[in-house]
Structure formats: C-alpha cells, structure tokens
C-alpha cells in the first residue's frame, strides 16, 4: 500500500501536541507546538548535515499540510451545522400546518393555480409591447422557465440531497402534505426558482404599467415558495437556493428582452 506523504498522528496521551508524520525519505515525526522533530531512520553525517539545510522547508511543508487538513475539517463541520439547522428549520415550519390549511397551500403549490396570473401579465405585456413584443416574450418566458427547471434538475442530481420526505432522519418527524412524495433529490427547488424568476422578469418590464406589480409578484413567489416547505417536499435552504437563482435568471431574461425590443421590435 501506497502511503500518503503526510499523516496527522495520535495526540491522546498529549492533547496539546499536534504530530504530524512524513512518511517519504527522511522520515520523520513533527510536534508542531515547538516545532520538535523526531527522526523515525538513521543518516550518515553527510546526510545529517544536509538534512539541517531542509529541515526548515520540511516544517513549512508538514504545517501547510496541517493547515489544509484542518481547514477541510472546519469547512465539513461547517456544512454539517448548516444542514443540521436547515432541518431544524423545516422541521419547525413544516409542523407550523394545520389540516386547515392544507388544502390551500396545495392549491398555491399547484402549477395550474397560477394560470389566470399568467394570462393577466400576457394580456398586460400586450397593451405595453403590442403584437411583435408580446411574441418575443413569450419566446423568452419559455426559454426561461425551462433554463430555470433544468438548472434546478442538474444542481438535484448533481448535488444529490435528499427531499425531507425522503431522508430518513426526519420523515417520520414531519407532515407530507401531498400524496406523493416526488423526485428523490431536492435541491433546489425548480417551483421556487420559477416563480421568482417569473416574477422578476413581469416586475420589470411591467413596472410602469401598474404599480407595485412587481411587489405584489414578488409576494405571489414568496407564496409558492414557502408552500414546498408547508407540503413537505423541500427545505429552505433548497427553496432559498431556487429564490435567488430565479431572481437572478429573471432580472438577466428582463434585460436581455428591453436589449432585444430596443434594437429590433421599435
């Protein structure tokens, strides 16, 4: 077996030490508190005097290796703390509902629900653009919403964590709104994505049209968003991802759409 060059060893019996080993010719054991260093082979005098020389670049060499192994550590335990609190989170927000309420946060959390808002921002976009215009949009609501779904696809197989009704820690903690649980993989949230994403892109060219549209948009995301939560399909931290990912697509079509109308449409 190939060993790697540098190993952390056993401090138990001195908590305060910090061994490093270097397995690669001249090894040695290194107490990074003081800086001493053991020789674990023998050396000729020739050898010990040129060992003297690198003796310095073999202390940076294991306390840069140390340094990298402890960063790896706090940044995994880092993470760790934050899904943690993420599930705490949902875990409280989930258990929130109330039979009451169920039915309408899945009617907010249904696709066709928001049916009569897009056809109310379209026939909105068509007094403000006219035929040509609203043409274009509607070209570039479609490559929109699918650039936000699909995005929102590769980040859930690629990140691969689980939705709360599939992790097995908290499923039985939590109420599962709908009937079916859905993909295996949550994050982000394509639903929470798409709204904000719709509703940065309306908010902007629609904002001299009527006011506080964009607002009132905004609202409407936030709604659907949080309804992922309320069901039982995603954390928050999925749908925050998705909120700003959204947004950001959202404002990016907006302006490549006034770019477009700008220089070919007027």
């Known amino acids: 077996m190939e060993l790697p060059k540098f190993l952390l060893g056993d401090n138990t019996d001195y908590p305060n030490a910090i061994y490093v080993i270097h397995t690669d010719y001249p090894a040695f054991v290194i107490n990074l508190e003081d800086d001493e260093v053991e020789w674990l082979e023998e050396f000729s005098k020739e050898d010990e005097k040129e060992l003297e020389s690198e003796a310095e670049n073999l202390i ?32 409280y927000l989930n258990g929130l509902g109330t039979p009451t309420w169920d039915t309408f946060w899945q009617f907010i959390s249904h696709k066709f629900s ?26 570039s609501v479609g490559l929109l919403v699918t650039v936000s779904d699909q995005l929102s696809n590769f980040f859930k197989y690629g990140v ?53 549209l964009g607002l009132a948009l905004v609202l409407w995301a936030f709604l659907v968003a949080y309804s992922r939560i309320y069901i039982g399909v995603h954390f928050p931290l999925d749908v925050l991802t998705g909120a700003l990912i959204g947004s950001f697509l959202g404002w990016l079509f907006a302006k490549l759409y006034i770019f477009a109308h700008r220089k070919f449409l007027v």
């Open 160 to 212: 691969g964590r689980f939705r709360p009704c599939h992790d097995s820690e908290i499923s039985s903690l939590m109420r599962l709104v709908k009937s079916y649980c859905g993909g295996k993989f949550g994050y982000y949230s394509a639903h929470a994505s798409n709204s904000f994403a719709i509703a940065l892109f309306f908010g902007i060219l629609l904002k001299s049209s009527l006011r506080h």
């Open 60 to 91: 940076e060499a294991a306390t840069a290796f140390y340094d990298r192994e402890v960063s790896e550590i706090r940044g995994i335990g880092m993470l760790d703390q934050l899904l943690q609190l993420d599930k705490d989170i949902f875990i």
């Open 114 to 139: 928001t049916l009569p808002l897009y056809l109310f921002l379209l026939i909105l976009s068509y007094r403000k653009f006219g035929w040509k215009g609203i043409l274009v949009l509607v070209v």
